[in-house]
Nanobody, 124 residues
Framework: VQLVESGGGMVQPGGSLRLSCAASGRTFSRYAMGWFRQAPGQEREFVAGITWNGGSTYYADSVKGRFTISRDNAKNTVSLQMNSLKPEDTAVYYC??????????????????WGQGTQVTVSS
């Protein structure tokens, strides 16, 4: 499956952005999906995940209550709505697909397919 992220940009603290990830290739609903991020000089970290049918979601503590992950299997897309953004949310954000569709893994090594990433910068 090929993944392409969009929606990144620069926003002031407290602002919002919506990231989207479009999938093509193999059947999208076969995969659980995750969003990860990587800031300069830091390891890639889990942000949010969603199972194949949207029945379960999970968030990193750092974004819980501010970010919302969702998916539309008819449109082969997964989205990340980010509200109340903070400077520490600045990173390159990646979407990823896990072939074990009923789990939400926090480990990047469990995800088989990755997008190219989209930059999110939160700054005044």
């Amino acid at each position: 499956v090929q993944l392409v992220e969009s929606g990144g940009g620069m926003v002031q603290p407290g602002g919002s952005l919506r990231l989207s990830c479009a999938a093509s290739g193999r059947t999208f609903s076969r995969y659980a999906m995750g969003w990860f991020r990587q800031a300069p000089g830091q390891e890639r970290e889990f942000v949010a995940g969603i199972t194949w049918n949207g029945g379960s979601t999970y968030y990193a503590d750092s974004v819980k209550g501010r970010f919302t992950i969702s998916r539309d299997n008819a449109k082969n897309t997964v989205s990340l709505q980010m509200n109340s953004l903070k400077p520490e949310d600045t990173a390159v954000y990646y979407c990823a697909a896990d072939a074990v569709r009923n789990r939400i893994s926090l480990k990047s090594s469990d995800y088989s397919y990755w997008g190219q990433g989209t930059q999110v910068t939160v700054s005044s």
